[in-house]
């Protein structure tokens, strides 16, 4: 199911979402210019758990690897890669904004890519593989919007056999359809450990959990449409 709008969001361009996209093509754009180059940039900014878990016992400089749940969020492995977690940015992102707030959302965002990590460590705090991409922290936007907007309806393209259907999907069903996915392909890696075919599933659950739990003490309560209101939608 691939999402291409939504129907909640006035606007499709609201400004922290919009520079967030930027930011994250600009990062990528400059991954491509250097090519194999870019591998120590790789290294450096990317997150990886054992450095976290293992902290305390770090005789490197100590602040370095906290920041890296931050930096990772703006690196991405291909064009597949950026192209999947900007789309789900660009139709979830703008109508939490709008209920949260420009900076609130944006603060939003980065803590929930945090959380994701957090929970990527838990669930492997020995693995030694570089985590990298914003899909945690969109994960994150994707619980806000559930706890936000569900009675939203989001529509999607289904490829049924050789035809391509664009259906209406009500949010609430979509997102924990969404949500269901990833939980299982979480558990499923139990014992090949947190990452199984690339993906950071157990970044996608924290995420996910970290924004339906904090959208509703985050959520701008001055916004013309109000969380209370969105509810009885």
Known sequence: MLPLRDSEASRRLTPANTLLILANVMVFALEVRLGPNARP???????????ISHLAASTGPRLWAPATLVTSLFLHASPLHIAGNM?????????????????????????????AGLAMVAMGPDSRIPVIGASGAIAGVLGAYLVLFPRGRITTILP???????????????????FAVQLYAGIISGAQGPLVG????????GGFLFGVAAAPIVVHRSSPR???QANKR
């Open 41 to 51: 940039m790789l290294a450096r900014f990317s997150m990886v758990p054992m450095r």
């Open 87 to 115: 789309l789900y940015l660009f139709i979830f992102g703008p109508a939490v904004e709008q209920e949260m707030g420009h900076l609130r959302f944006l603060c939003f965002y980065l803590v929930a890519g945090v959380a």
């Open 160 to 178: 049924i056999f050789f035809f391509i259907q664009f259906v209406e999907i009500p949010a609430v069903f979509y997102l924990l359809v969404w």
């Open 198 to 205: 690339g993906v950071a599933w157990w970044a996608h659950v």
């Open 226 to 228: 109000k969380y209370s």
